[in-house]
């Protein structure tokens, strides 16, 4: 089944503690990027990759930071998490071909306390 | 990318038709209407997207007016399943071009 991976699903953890969420797609999809979303402020771009080494920011990069090493990966770090990085974040990934459909993983909810 | 104006909410019955409508006055030539839907605190999905036809797959249709400035998704035969936020956003069709969101309008789909 073609699908967007997330892990963790939820976390709860403490300002400081460096945390990894991982994203993984299994379509083979070049683009991939992650997205914050929070109440009223809607669906915020954080950073988003092109291919394998290539990565922007996006609207909202502060305090994060990404990699893609491999086609298939694009994990998401926060080296030092803060309360305000308290959201519900989503990993999505498409092709660059095509009509662009933009297929997004299930979502971490993550609080810092 | 260009702005587009979504109501906040609507309401709809099960089993009837679920119009939703979509302003984007400003759209530029190349820009095509797409449309994506939010279960609850889901990953948004996509649903369909259109440049000046209207388009219908198995999940909706896509009406765009002539002068492409309004469009509307249609959900023939709502249900409950279909409660959602739903989303219009005018892009280019490229893979390099951001997905930006609006507020979107919620679908309550009653009984």
């Known amino acids: 089944e073609a699908q967007v991976t997330q892990n963790p699903r939820y976390l709860i953890t403490v300002t400081g503690k460096k945390l990894t969420v991982t994203c993984s797609q299994n379509m083979n999809h070049e683009y991939m990027s992650w997205y914050r979303q929070d109440p009223g402020l809607g669906l915020r771009q954080i950073y988003y990759?092109?291919?394998?080494?290539?990565?922007d920011k996006g609207d909202v990069p502060e305090g994060y930071k990404v990699s893609r090493k491999e086609k298939r990966n694009f994990p998401l770090i926060l080296e030092s998490p803060s309360p305000n990085q308290t959201s519900l974040y989503f990993c999505?990934?498409?092709?660059?071909?095509?009509?662009?459909?933009?297929?997004f993983g299930p979502g971490t909810r993550l609080t810092v306390l | 990318d260009a702005k587009t104006t979504q109501p906040t909410s609507m309401d709809c019955a099960e089993g009837r038709a679920a119009n939703l409508p979509c302003n984007h006055s400003?759209?530029?030539?190349?820009?095509?209407v797409y449309w994506y839907r939010q279960i609850h605190s889901q990953g948004p999905q996509y649903i369909i997207h259109g440049l000046k036809n209207n388009e219908t797959n198995e999940m909706a249709s896509l009406i765009i007016t002539e002068d492409r400035k309004s469009s509307t998704l249609i959900l023939p035969h709502a249900t409950l399943r279909d409660t959602a936020v739903y989303y219009c956003i005018v892009r280019v069709e490229s893979g390099y071009s951001t997905l930006t969101f609006g507020k979107g309008t919620m679908l309550l789909v009653s009984p």
């Open positions: 400003t759209i530029s030539g190349n820009e095509y």
């Open positions: 990759s092109m291919n394998v080494e290539v990565t």
């Open positions: 999505a990934s498409n092709r660059l071909a095509g009509n662009n459909e933009q297929f």
